[in-house]
């Protein structure tokens, strides 16, 4: 959403829907996890799937600073962020020193051609404190105890992801197209 006087009322919405997903079996909300704010909120819902637990976080976002793309409409999910829009919001927040952010980053490298340049700028307009020399060092330096605290949806090999980091801090710096896609 950018800046929707009516996200109150659409998280709102959104609740009584899980609540009633939850009282029809269907999943859990795990109350202790759930973050609100007049901007943001973050939740997370689980259920059993083939004798595992499967969590989802899901984080909306009143967003204030200019989106990239248009709103997406998926039949499952919705309303959501392009995945351009996504990325340039998680470079700009690689500043938290979130792990997550880090992840976030590195799994659409993988899966997505872009240029790191349009990136960049876009993370700027969000954010105007992105510095590609600072990304650069802190993209370069992730701690892999870091990178091991992320929930994976798989297992990922972390030497790996480590490398390709410092593949995607020099992308960064010198504003090349993505080297991780294709691989």
């Known amino acids: 959403m950018d800046s929707d006087p009516r996200y109150a009322d659409h998280v709102q919405r959104l609740f009584a829907l899980l609540k009633e997903a939850e009282r029809g079996g269907r999943l859990l909300i795990d109350q202790e996890r759930l973050r609100r704010s ?5 939740l997370w819902v689980s ?6 637990r499967v969590d989802l976080k899901i984080d909306l976002v ?10 997406e409409s998926d039949p499952v999910l919705g309303r959501s962020d392009t995945w351009q829009n996504i990325l340039a919001n998680k470079v700009a927040a690689v500043f938290r020193y979130e792990p997550k952010d880090v992840a976030d980053i590195w799994i659409i490298a993988r899966n997505r051609g872009f240029a790191w340049g349009e990136v960049i700028s876009d993370a700027l307009r969000k954010e105007g404190g992105t510095d590609p020399v600072a990304l650069h060092g802190i993209l370069r330096t992730v701690p892999r105890e870091e990178l091991a605290r992320v929930a994976w949806a798989s297992p990922v090999d972390l030497s790996g992801v480590s490398a390709d980091l410092k593949l995607i801090a020099d992308d960064i710096l010198y504003r090349r197209a993505n080297s991780l896609f294709p691989r």
């Open 62 to 71: 009143n967003d204030t600073a200019p989106r990239v793309g248009a709103v």
């Open 38 to 42: 007049q901007w943001h909120t973050q």
């Open 47 to 52: 259920r059993e799937d083939r004798g595992e």
